[in-house]
């Protein structure tokens, strides 16, 4: 290497849509380790700057915390307030949402207090009243004006300023996380944008949840605070490293944060559940039915909306965004209105679903039919007979099931963010209730039977529909993402529930067997691969038993492997192979002859390479010739002075010889995170595999179209 | 690939004391699953097959944790009855222990059934009295006489039928799962003699606890069961991931097991706590003493250990470990027998010191003054002055602590099944509640202080000993094992008590920095080294900046490579090379000249086949050559028939050039399990580099003597 020469700035980075290599920046970043703990024994200086440098990372992730808390806080509370602004406004001051609004109020009960004089239905303020057809029409049409306001905002917002802030973003960032360049879409933009579209969404009573946008939202974060160190500004594997903790912090935060309430009212905290009696062996059955349902519709889901995304990326229908989102928000709102369990925002739908109800519950789900409660101690409430408001509301709830199921279908995917834990979540939690109401009365009016003789004595508590609203939310949710471990830790977080992890264990897992039998593919893994996306799935067994020849360019008709020779090419003979080929790498060989690897090249930092040299190396010229060998050999008199370039070269490319299992292949891109590796037979070097090479193949042996994966 | 040849028995297969490939056994399995798989479509028969393989997997772990539980229930009730055999025996029957004998006894409370009739100790069986100087000798004698026989019992039994039942097993076992074969190490030998000195070890009263072992137990299990699958029986790597499993459930058995009590009596249920009061902020100050006591605690014990152990390999010392046991075991007893918190088991031990005082609690321990308790509610109890028997069993847990702390350096590595986990969470119990009862001596004669005003007020329960014991206990456990987060769930797992995360994880966590701080490894990783097992911790960051070329075979001095040409040796060649060299296997080559890497060939695989060939094979002599090629040349009329053995060569070996860092070749070994690599300069073959070799580099870095790796 001449070590006279300056690195040249820009060499080393990756071009935008290409694939890192975890190796070489992890290798990077040990270098820069060494190089501060061995200054750090030379001057104090140097010493705080090695502490600094090593605090940096908590310091940073204190930051994120901070912001991204910050953030998911503004936007819980704003998405309050305009949800409510959909159906009326308050008089001490628009910006009360209905709950602060009536907060001082003097009413007593929750009922009364939801009637507080200072909260105008905007009915109300129009026509004078709240009763009435007149008055109601007044209503239903405000909810879809305010709602279609809300959705046209969320989306051109989305469509002038920031394409990236659509969606959950999720999909986008695992692969970010496993090595992909996508400039821009942790940018600060999509953060300003995606936080304030994702209120609008949310506020216009579509189907979707925050809880993925959020994690977006953090990541971005976690990018932006990045910049402020340089640890991880020039570190893209480290960078991923803080965007994986943020990752994660962020998807369990998403779930905890609602119960930390800003306004220290214990009402609204969402999801959690205190259930009163135990459950029984046998109600497994129930539970892994509900398994079963949600990983049917898990997989029914995927389906259906990846064929839906895949109809808009590729007709028309793709062209007109704004249309489409605001044709989905006015059927939402129009359906959704007239049912008082899809007009609440789905998080409180869900939290109304999980309870078990108390002696003091009014509401609707909870009419029961008052039988004596002598026998009962003081918490637990016998099985009752269900009122006629139950029976109301189980018809409500299944018209609410269909809406919400087809309705997330083509929800998802829109140019708005769009999250879908808490969609998913609903469905499973109304079926879960509707199974357990079904359950319920089926024991109290045939506690005779041999499946409950011996456990659900008549005045006994033995079936809590709220533990198979929470159950069944588990399984959807288990259904889309296919996750299980995890899912039931998140579960717990939700509820507080710790008694429950063999029903939530048992649901979990019926439902990733189910789905997985269906279809392989998580919905965001389905998503990663619609958009072509370089993912190379960690858990997923190459079974195929091909070699590394088969898989390897150049194939066998093919021109042979472009090359360059370590001394033997001049500026010219480099420049017009750039120009003829888009490899984004060449292979460094002693001679064409012998085809004995040397090295590897990027193609990005020959460009600049020779760019700069040529501006401020003097003599640079199109004859001049290129070096990547140890010691340059003295050049003719006459002859233009050589350009020595073994500083850019990589000396230890992977290489595996031609004979090497795919599957070996395959683990080995995996577990380091390679971009490529060389193919030898004997020592020549022979071709060359790529990471997209590897996709094309694996979808190719899945019967897919290899030319679905479009990036490095 | 001749296919002709049937495979030969024992090609594939590894030597004693050597390193497994991970990644030939991965691609092993992978082709015997693919052919399964295709083999299943085309009868119904191997489809049955293939369904039982697939379910194989669970059968396996089902039956590993019956009979490791089975075993781990038998060694329980075993080790409780013979550690009452030192102190007396049941009149009803021999092999009733002290509490199932006094189990029907009438008396009401615990102490009067303590002192049952049918239980009587020698003292009274001897000399026909439990009062008096010569009753307390008798007693004395006998406790010590049954101490040295059961520790004498333990010790031949080891030294006679299974050295490798020794020690907690948990170093061994962790090398053999990061791939590393001892033969016998799992074997039913072993089994059945660690599971029957355990019990002996146990009941010897030795300052040694049970889990370790158990763990080594189970492993036993899974291994000798794995002998029942095909699958697992023949495949090391498929092999090891079951151990791998069990190694994690039975570490967490280890400790829940034992609140599973055969006989239903919640008394002995060991560690559960209850404490009625929340923790204050300022407590953490304590706590974080105690993370501090038990890092130091942990390095200092690890040191002392390791520097014991090392004089025991080294000198005489050595060469009697049935003296050395029988020794400590007097040592032990002699000590033990005069303070009642040594004389108890230590795990009853650990159980009162975790336990908070209730009113009616009348251990010496609890014995506070009663000052008025009106003002508290039914469970919480108001701190109170220390009784004159609180100043006691201060004094005799604080000559316990000095006394366990340093009979356990001692203990730990003798020639019996010994385990780590309860004599270190002793030490950390003893000085959590030694703490505890401290600071609430302080808070309740000092509550005006400013550090207790505002919480502390007099009356109210403000200081838990017990879970300062707790806190102690997780501290010293960490630091002795360097486990922080897995610690901290195991102590939940212990104790039930959810609501005390943050006061555990501050203490592991402040007593794994210290303990790092004193001395980078854990007490397995130090043993691991002294036994010189060649384990690449997976944590540990390789942070020097040397090449492959610096640490690869042969060094610059050294003779050439051995290595064997394709095409150009003959059998008698190979077998001189065989026999004058040690090296576990060799690389081939196209030529001497040129080089060019072929492939790879184990020793044993080189003379396992050639041995074959010479006895089966009809006209191989010494004079016939070998071939590794896909073709074989026609050889001369008069010529031996040609030795093929390309079928025994890795045709996908790993290579690396000569400049890659050390760092990256370190990470490739690690993720994906190498035993060997190759290292080549512009495609020659240059050198080789193996797991010793890395690990012995890694100590030549650290300052370490290099020779301390003693295996393959």
Chains 1, 2 share one sequence.
């Not at 062209?319 to 129009?334: G, N």
């Not at 009752?384 to 189980?394: H, I, K, L």
């Not at 392989?520 to 799935?537: D, M, Q, S, T, V």
Request: aromatic share 10%.
């Amino acid at each position: 290497m001449d070590l006279l020469d300056e690195p040249v700035p820009g060499v080393g980075t990756y071009e935008d849509f290409n694939t890192i290599d975890w190796v070489r920046e992890k290798s990077k970043d040990r270098d820069r380790h060494r190089e501060i703990a061995t200054k750090s024994k030379e001057s104090v200086l140097a010493l705080m700057k090695s502490i600094s440098d090593a605090f940096s990372g908590w310091l940073l992730m204190l930051l994120v915390g901070l912001m991204s808390g910050a953030l998911a806080g503004g936007i819980d509370i704003s998405a309050h307030w305009m949800t409510d602004l959909k159906e009326g406004v308050c008089l001490n001051g628009f910006w009360f949402n209905h709950e602060h609004c009536c907060w001082n109020s003097n009413e007593t009960t929750f009922q009364e207090r939801d009637k507080c004089p200072n909260w105008k239905s905007w009915a109300e303020l129009i026509v004078g009243t709240n009763d009435g057809p007149f008055a109601y029409i007044m209503n239903y049409l405000m909810y879809v004006c305010w709602a279609l306001l809300f959705s046209f905002l969320a989306v051109s917002l989305v469509r002038a300023f920031a394409p990236y802030a659509c969606g959950s973003g999720i999909p986008e960032i695992k692969t970010i996380l496993s090595g992909f360049i996508i400039r821009g879409y942790l940018g600060k933009w999509t953060l300003v944008i995606k936080t304030i579209t994702l209120v609008l969404a949310v506020s216009s009573g579509l189907s979707l949840g925050k809880e993925g946008p959020l994690v977006h939202v953090a990541c971005c974060c976690a990018n932006i605070l990045c910049h402020l160190f340089t640890k991880y500004r020039r570190n893209e594997a480290k960078r991923r490293e803080t965007l994986w903790r943020s990752f994660f912090a962020a998807l369990v935060a998403a779930f905890t944060l609602r119960s930390i309430n800003p306004f220290g009212n214990s009402r609204l905290v969402l999801f959690y559940v205190e259930f009163h009696s135990p459950w029984h062996l046998l109600e497994l059955i129930p539970f892994v039915l509900l398994g079963i349902f949600g990983g049917i519709w898990g997989a029914f889901f995927i389906r259906a909306n990846i064929a839906w995304c895949r109809r808009r990326k590729t007709t028309r229908l793709g062209h007109y965004p704004v249309l489409e989102v605001l044709v989905v928000t006015a059927v939402t709102a129009l359906l959704a209105f007239p049912n008082s369990y899809t007009r609440m925002s789905t998080s409180e739908l869900i939290s109304e679903l999980f309870n078990d109800c108390g002696l003091l519950d009014s509401s609707q789900l909870c009419n029961y039919a008052n039988v004596s409660v002598t026998k009962s101690s003081s918490n637990a409430l016998p099985d009752r007979p269900a009122g006629q408001d139950v029976y109301t509301a189980m018809w409500q709830l299944s018209l609410a099931l269909v809406f919400k199921m087809l309705i997330t279908v083509v929800t998802f995917g829109m140019k708005v963010p769009s999250g879908l834990f808490i969609p998913s979540m609903a469905v499973g939690a109304i079926a879960g209730r509707l199974l357990g109401v079904g359950m319920e009365q089926l024991a109290y009016y045939h506690h005779d039977w041999v499946i409950f003789r011996g456990w659900c004595s008549p005045g006994a508590d033995c079936i809590t529909p709220g533990l198979y609203a929470m159950v069944g939310a588990a399984a959807c949710l288990g259904g889309v993402t296919r996750m299980t471990v995890s899912l039931v830790v998140i579960m717990f977080e939700l509820t507080g529930g710790l008694e429950y992890i063999v029903p939530l264990m048992a649901a979990t897992m019926t439902s990733k067997w189910v789905a997985d039998a269906l279809g392989r593919e998580g919905i965001y893994e389905a998503h990663i691969r619609l958009n072509g996306y370089p993912f190379l799935e960690p858990k997923e067994e190459f079974s195929h038993k091909t070699l590394a020849m088969d898989v390897m360019r150049p194939r066998r008709s093919d021109p042979p492997l472009s090359v360059i020779t370590q001394d033997g090419m001049s500026v010219e003979d480099v420049e017009s192979l750039i120009a003829e080929t888009s490899y984004s790498g060449f292979p460094v060989v002693v001679s064409h002859e012998s085809q004995r690897l040397v090295g590897f090249v990027q193609r990005r930092d020959l460009v600049i390479s020779i760019e700069n040299a040529r501006q401020r190396q003097e003599g640079v010229v199109s004859a001049s010739r290129i070096f990547f060998t140890e010691y340059t050999p003295p050049q003719p008199p006459n002859s233009p002075p050589p350009l020595k370039l073994r500083g850019i070269m990589d000396l230890s490319p992977f290489t595996v010889t031609d004979h090497t299992a795919m599957d070996i292949v395959v683990d080995i891109f995996r577990k380091l995170g390679l971009r490529q590796c060389l193919v030898t037979h004997n020592g020549r070097l022979l071709g060359i595999i790529t990471k997209k090479d590897i996709l094309k193949h694996m979808a190719q042996m899945a019967n897919r179209d290899p030319d679905s994966i479009l990036f490095n």
